[in-house]
């Protein structure tokens, strides 16, 4: 059982930066692939970037490359989003997400945050 908790989300100004958390409870955290979620009202749950369990192999959805960063650190049982560059589509209630398998389908995660709110303004 893994529990997620997001945090960093908040209102900032296109161009910006934020760094969003996520804190992981349970002892095999570092078995799990990590990803980043997004979701706007209306539409469905849109993949941003994923980790495998070591922290070697990251992806990312093409408007986020080169502008987002994932990382991770195992010891704390921490995931991280770096988001540089915002822009308004960044938008949306940013979720982490644990799972055995990651990449960028969202059933493919057992394990979910409630999801902290990023709001980019023109």
């Known amino acids: 059982q893994v529990q997620l908790v997001e945090s960093g989300g908040g209102l900032v100004q296109a161009g910006g930066s934020l760094r969003l958390s996520c804190a992981a409870s349970?002892?095999?955290?570092?078995?799990?692939?990590m990803g980043w979620f997004r979701q706007t009202p209306g539409k469905e749950r849109e993949f941003v970037a994923a980790i495998n369990w070591s922290g070697g192999v990251t992806s990312y959805v093409d408007s986020v490359k080169g502008r987002f960063t994932i990382s991770r650190d195992n010891a704390k049982k921490t995931v991280s989003l770096q988001m540089n560059s915002l822009k308004p589509e960044d938008t949306g209630v940013y979720y982490c997400?644990?799972?055995?398998?990651?990449?960028?389908?969202?059933?493919?995660?057992?394990?979910w945050g409630q999801g902290t709110q990023v709001t980019v303004s023109s």
């Open positions: 349970g002892r095999t955290f570092s078995s799990y692939a």
């Open positions: 997400a644990a799972g055995h398998y990651g990449g960028g389908i969202s059933s493919a995660y057992n394990y």
